[in-house]
């Protein structure tokens, strides 16, 4: 961290783009990056990907919700993140913060509703309204959510993240309870813009949302 001549805390994060990749990769990627932010040997990250088709379950998911007519060909993980089953694909921006949270708020309820702001600013420079749902996570615009939260938080060192649905393919949701909940559908940015619009044109205007959520907080007193 460093101090502008404003004493205004400005917090170092970098910015890992790895375009389109398989889950599990990218999951081995984030274990590896914890223990390094963990022992001080990176800085703050953000890795931002899009995934090949995956379901995944967190810890305390019910196999349930994975119907029997999902497709054999999409693999499926169980996680440590919290919450239960979620889709990846492409379309989708997908952001896994490595952060510390000591250098923040050692609050988990506090870094939830951060990275659902984040999304909501983000969707707002489309046009899009968003907002939270009283005793549920995630971001939603109306009945549908268009973005999943999960995450897990060790020493206070985060992983796992957000997934935003730009453009995907919103079948896959048909094989799946998403996140458990059976009241409520998904959208996508897709379905609510009228103009062309790219999970990379999405990936910069969040970028710069993070930033602005995340780099620029105030300062941390013990």
């Keep these: 961290m460093i101090k502008d001549p404003d004493n205004i805390v400005m917090r170092k994060i970098d910015i890992l783009n790895l375009g389109v990749k398989p889950y599990k990769e990218v999951w081995d990627l984030q274990k ?7 022992n001080g040997q990176i800085n703050d990250t953000l890795i931002l990907v899009e995934h090949e088709p995956v379901y995944t379950l967190g810890k305390n998911a019910d ?3 994975i119907l029997q007519h999902s497709p054999q060909d999409v693999k499926t993980y169980h996680i440590e993140r919290g919450g239960d089953v979620t889709f990846h694909g492409p379309g989708q921006l997908v952001g896994y913060p490595i952060l510390d949270l000591h250098n923040y708020k050692k609050s988990i309820s506090w870094y939830m509703r951060s990275l659902e702001q984040l999304i909501i600013d983000t969707l ?6 968003a ?15 268009i973005a999943a939260l999960g995450v897990r938080v060790t020493r206070w060192v985060t992983m796992h993240g957000f997934a935003l649905n730009v453009t995907p393919d919103l079948i896959y949701y048909s094989s799946i309870i998403p996140c458990g909940i059976f009241e409520y559908g998904v959208t996508s940015m897709a379905k609510l813009v009228t103009n062309e619009i790219t999970v990379n044109s999405v990936k910069r205007v969040l970028t710069k949302m993070f930033m602005n959520q995340f780099q620029n907080i105030e300062p941390v007193v013990e």
């Design 63 to 65: 196999e349930n919700h």
């Design 32 to 38: 590896e990056l914890v223990e390094k932010r963990r």
């Design 131 to 145: 907002e939270r749902k009283v005793g549920l996570t995630g971001v939603w615009v109306g009945d549908e959510k």
């Design 124 to 129: 707002a420079e489309y046009g899009i309204t």
